[in-house]
């Protein structure tokens, strides 16, 4: 079984803004285990474990799902926490923009068609790319921190391809690997396989 999920990557220049923004926020959050660069990315639907067997069939659901849509931008905008500010046990910056529908509409469609060949993606979707966990059995109260950078902005993410990522939890934290991508419109050729090691990320 291989612990799968579909992702939406950065790019550098919002990857560098995010650690010039957590560097002002380190001081700010207590007892926060940061998220390291390279594992940023806006997770768009998480399928779990996933038989090896199934994968061929699964990466040619979500091809399918992908063909219509074209690429589009949304802007990573103001932090917020999971459950709530008062209660924070994790960290994120949002997205906004107006192709926010857009990335909603992406999302269903390709939950959908996980859902087709037996894979259901977690229900709740709440675009966000996550910064920090507090520590686990504890919650902070950040909802100074949430408003004060209510209005900060990250720069564009461009949407215009989705990557089906394995998942291996490790105790310094998860590791990444990038089993394949889909560009978004492509009616042939839309998927691409990475090359031997460069499709793990720490």
Not at 24 to 40: D, F, K, M, N, Q
Not at 109 to 134: I, K
Not at 177 to 187: D, H, K, M, V
Not at 196 to 201: I, K, M, V
Request: proline fraction near 5%.
């Amino acid at each position: 079984m291989i612990r799968t999920f579909l992702g939406i990557t950065l790019a550098d220049s919002v990857r560098v803004e995010l650690e010039r923004q957590i560097g002002v926020l380190r001081s700010l959050v207590a007892g926060a285990r940061w998220v390291e660069p390279s594992r940023y990315h806006l997770t768009l639907a998480f399928l779990g474990d996933v038989a090896e067997t199934d994968l061929d069939g699964l990466i040619a659901a979500v091809g399918e799902a992908v063909r219509t849509p074209l690429p589009f931008a949304l802007e990573l905008k103001g932090l917020g926490a999971f459950p709530n500010p008062r209660r924070a046990r994790v960290l994120w910056a949002g997205l906004s923009g107006a192709a926010l529908p857009r990335l909603l509409a992406l999302r269903d469609d390709v939950a959908a068609a996980c859902a087709r060949v037996g894979y259901r993606a977690d229900e709740a979707f709440h675009p966000h790319v996550t910064l920090a966990r507090l520590r686990p059995g504890r919650s902070v109260d950040l909802t100074v921190v949430v408003d004060k950078y209510r209005d900060w902005s990250g720069g564009a993410v461009e949407v215009g391809e989705v990557v089906v990522f394995a998942s291996e939890l490790k105790a310094s934290g998860p590791v990444y690997q990038r089993l394949g991508t889909w560009r978004l419109g492509s009616e042939s050729g839309g998927w691409f396989q990475p090359e031997e090691g460069s499709d793990r990320l720490p």
